[in-house]
C-alpha cells in the first residue's frame, strides 16, 4: 500500500473536522448531564471535559482526523476562544478576584520553583540508570534542550523559543524538546481536567478553606440569576457583537503593538511580549473587564458567559485534537525524563498548598499557567467557572515576563548537573 495512502486521514475537510467536534461537545455534555445510572457513574471516574479532551485525541490517533494538518484549532484558538474571553470576563467582579490574588500568587511561584530546581535534580537522578537519556556534548547536549524545556515550563512557549537563542540546541534537539513539550502539556492538562472533577476531594486532601473561590462564584452566579432572562434576537446578536467585535479590536491593536514594541521597547522581548497573540489575549480580557463597568455587563442575564461557554468547549475539542497517543509511547525515553521533572513541579505545589491550604482551584491554575501559558491557564480557570478565567490569564503574564530569567537559572543549574 502506497505510505501517502496509509498517513491520509479518513476525513479531510476542515468543515467537517469542525462539525465533528461541535457534535463531540454537543454529546458529551447531554450525556453528562443525563440521570442513567451507568452515564452518572462513567462520568463520576471520567469527568466531561476530559472526555471531551481525549475523545478527538483518539481520532487524530487513529488517523480518522489529522490535528496537526487542519486548520480547525488555528481558527477556534485565534478566533473563537479570544472572543470567549471578553464573555467570560463581561459580568467579573474585579473586587471579587482581587481577593484571591494571594494564594494564587503563592502557588504560582511554588510551581515556578519546581521547575527551576527538579530540572537539574531530574538531571542527577537519570544519570544515575540511563546517562544516555541526559548525556550529549556540544549543541546535542541534551541540558541545552531541557533548558529551553523550563522556559516553557514557567511561562509559555515564546519563552521556550527565546531561550532557545540562550543556549542554543541544535535543530534535532531542539525539536525533541518541542516534542517533549508537547506530550508533558497534554498529559498535564489532561490530568487537571480530571481533577476538576474532582475538586471537593482534592480539596479536602489541601485541607483546604474554598470559602473564598466559593464566595465570588456565587456572588457570580447570584448575579447571573437576577438578571436571567429568555434572550431576544437583539440580544444574541449583541453578545455576538461583543464577543468578535472585542476579538476583531484586539487584533487590530495587536500587531501595530507588537511593532511599536519591538521598535521602540525591544528589551521587552526578554520578557516574551513581542507575541501578538498574547497580546490578543490581554486586550480581550481588559476589554471584557471595562464593558463590567457599563450596562452591558447586563447581558450575562441573556446568556453571554453560555455563549462563551459554547467557544470554550470548541476550545477544548481542538486542543485534543493536537494529542497523538502513539507518541507517547514513541518517546518513552523523553517522557521518562519530563515525568521525574513534572514530579518534582507537582511536589513543590503540593508542599505549599498543604502548607497555606490553597484550594485545588489554585492548584490547576497555577500549573497550568506554569506549563501551559495564558490560553490553557483560562481554560483551566473557566472549567470551574466562567467569570474566573482572568485569574488565569494574570497568572500566566507573571509566567511570561519570569520565564525566560527562571529558565536561565535552571540552565544555568542543568548544565552543572550535567557536568558540563
Given at each position: ?7 491520509t ?104 520553583v ?9 538531571i ?19 541540558w ?17 523559543a ?25 498529559l ?39 438578571t ?26 495587536a ?48 446568556g ?28 518513552y ?6 515525568l ?27 500549573g ?53
Amino acid at each position: 500500500m502506497d505510505l501517502l495512502t496509509v498517513r491520509t486521514p479518513l476525513i479531510t475537510q476542515d468543515i467537517v473536522v469542525f462539525g465533528l467536534l461541535a457534535v463531540i461537545a454537543a454529546v458529551v455534555q447531554l450525556t453528562s448531564t443525563s440521570q442513567n445510572r451507568i452515564l452518572k457513574r462513567f462520568y463520576f471516574f471520567c469527568p466531561p471535559l476530559l472526555v471531551m479532551y481525549f475523545l478527538p485525541g483518539i481520532l487524530n490517533t487513529t488517523n480518522v482526523i489529522n490535528g496537526n494538518d487542519s486548520r480547525v484549532y488555528e481558527i477556534i484558538s485565534k478566533y473563537l476562544l479570544p472572543a470567549g474571553l471578553v464573555l467570560f470576563t463581561l459580568s467579573v467582579d474585579i473586587r471579587e478576584l482581587w481577593k484571591l490574588r494571594k494564594k494564587a500568587g503563592s502557588m504560582f511561584l511554588a510551581g515556578a520553583v519546581g521547575v527551576i530546581i527538579g530540572g537539574p535534580l531530574t538531571i542527577l537522578i537519570v544519570k544515575q540508570f540511563a546517562p544516555s537519556l541526559v548525556g550529549g556534548e556540544g549543541a546535542d547536549a541534551v541540558w541545552r534542550g531541557l533548558a529551553c524545556v523550563s522556559g516553557s515550563w514557567i511561562g509559555g512557549s515564546a519563552n521556550l523559543a527565546a531561550l532557545s537563542e540562550v543556549f542554543k540546541p541544535s535543530p534535532q534537539l531542539f525539536s525533541s524538546m518541542v516534542v517533549l513539550d508537547t506530550i508533558i502539556a497534554n498529559l498535564w492538562l489532561a490530568i487537571l481536567l480530571y481533577g476538576v472533577g474532582k475538586n471537593r476531594q482534592l480539596n479536602r486532601f489541601f485541607r483546604a478553606d474554598d470559602r473564598d473561590v466559593d464566595e465570588v462564584r456565587e456572588k457570580i452566579e447570584a448575579y447571573q440569576m437576577a438578571t436571567a432572562k429568555i434572550p431576544a434576537l437583539r440580544d444574541v446578536l449583541l453578545i455576538l457583537a461583543i464577543a468578535f467585535g472585542g476579538c476583531g479590536f484586539a487584533y487590530l491593536v495587536a500587531e501595530p503593538l507588537v511593532a511599536y514594541v519591538q521598535l521602540h521597547f525591544p528589551v521587552l522581548e526578554r520578557f516574551s511580549l513581542t507575541s501578538s497573540f498574547f497580546w490578543v489575549v490581554i486586550i480581550c480580557t481588559t476589554l471584557g473587564v471595562i464593558l463590567s463597568f457599563t450596562p452591558l455587563r447586563r447581558l450575562e442575564g441573556a446568556g453571554a458567559s453560555r455563549t462563551g461557554n459554547v467557544f470554550l468547549y470548541l476550545f477544548i475539542t481542538a486542543v485534543g485534537m493536537q494529542m497523538d497517543i502513539v507518541s507517547v509511547v514513541e518517546n518513552y525515553g523523553l517522557l521518562l525524563v519530563g515525568l521525574i521533572w513534572l514530579v518534582f513541579h507537582i511536589l513543590a505545589m503540593v508542599i505549599v498548598g498543604r502548607l497555606i491550604r490553597a484550594p485545588y482551584f489554585f492548584f490547576a491554575v497555577s500549573g497550568e499557567a506554569n506549563l501551559g501559558g495564558a490560553v490553557q491557564a483560562s481554560l483551566i480557570a473557566s472549567a470551574f467557572h466562567t467569570s474566573l478565567a482572568p485569574v488565569g490569564v494574570l497568572l500566566a503574564v507573571l509566567g511570561y515576563v519570569f520565564g525566560n530569567y527562571g529558565g536561565y537559572l535552571c540552565g544555568l543549574l542543568m548544565q552543572w548537573a550535567a557536568g558540563s
